[in-house]
């Protein structure tokens, strides 16, 4: 018995390719894409916005004591905090200093590719490090004056020896 006519299921595979040879179809889809993906979006984005504007008070600043007060009954130790942020803050002083090394060797040959990633590794590191320094900071603080309110990552950037604390402050301990 003879089988029906079907079309051959080469054909959308070539025509697939086929799109991709026209001039800027690839931007094109990319471009029609991105339009989708936004637009799906912005009704979560408004509903969001809408719910944090009709909140009283959306930011409440804690002192130190109220933060200890919310905190789990099985939340790790403020002293194991405080040492674990220390021990990532090295690996990230080691780490920097390698990227950092990179960076050097990668200009000094002249080669642009290692050296944009190696400034990029440079950039994490230095976040890495200024986030554990921050909380130690902050855990320090804290105890020191635990009825102030927690400062911000902006007010320990402004502080005049922020770049001794991040290097040195009892980094060898």
Same mark, same amino acid.
């Given at each position: %018995?003879?089988?029906? +006519?079907?079309?051959?299921?080469?054909?959308?595979?070539? @025509?697939?390719?086929? =799109?991709?040879?026209?001039?800027?179809?690839?931007?094109?889809?990319?471009?029609? $894409? %991105?339009? @989708?993906?936004?637009?799906?979006? &912005?009704? !979560?984005?408004?509903?969001?916005?809408?719910?944090?504007?009709?909140?009283?008070?959306?930011? =409440?600043? #804690?002192? +130190?004591?109220?933060? *200890?007060?919310?905190?789990?009954?099985?939340? *790790?130790? !403020?002293?194991?905090?405080?040492?674990?942020? #220390?021990?990532?803050? =090295?690996? /990230?002083?080691?780490?920097? +200093?390698?990227?950092?090394?990179?960076?050097?060797?990668? &200009? !000094?040959?002249?080669?642009?590719?290692?050296?944009? %990633?190696?400034? #990029? /590794?440079? !950039?994490?590191?230095?976040? /890495?490090?200024?986030?554990?320094?921050?909380?130690?900071?902050?855990?320090? @603080?804290? =105890?020191?004056?635990?009825?102030?309110?927690?400062?911000?990552?902006?007010?320990?950037?402004?502080?005049?020896? &922020?770049?001794?604390?991040? *290097? $040195?402050? @009892?980094? +060898?301990?």
């Amino acid at each position: %018995m003879k089988q029906a +006519f079907q079309p051959s299921r080469i054909k959308p595979p070539i @025509r697939q390719m086929a =799109r991709y040879l026209i001039p800027f179809y690839p931007l094109f889809v990319l471009l029609l $894409s %991105m339009r @989708r993906t936004m637009y799906s979006g &912005v009704p !979560l984005l408004r509903h969001q916005w809408m719910s944090h504007r009709d909140q009283e008070n959306p930011e =409440r600043i #804690l002192t +130190f004591s109220e933060a *200890l007060a919310c905190r789990s009954a099985d939340a *790790l130790p !403020l002293d194991e905090i405080e040492r674990l942020s #220390l021990k990532r803050k =090295r690996i /990230a002083l080691i780490s920097a +200093f390698f990227a950092l090394c990179s960076l050097i060797g990668s &200009v !000094l040959g002249g080669r642009f590719f290692p050296a944009c %990633m190696s400034l #990029l /590794a440079l !950039l994490y590191c230095a976040l /890495a490090l200024i986030k554990y320094a921050h909380r130690t900071w902050q855990i320090e @603080r804290g =105890r020191l004056r635990p009825d102030c309110p927690m400062a911000s990552l902006r007010e320990f950037l402004a502080r005049p020896n &922020v770049g001794w604390y991040l *290097l $040195s402050h @009892r980094l +060898f301990d």
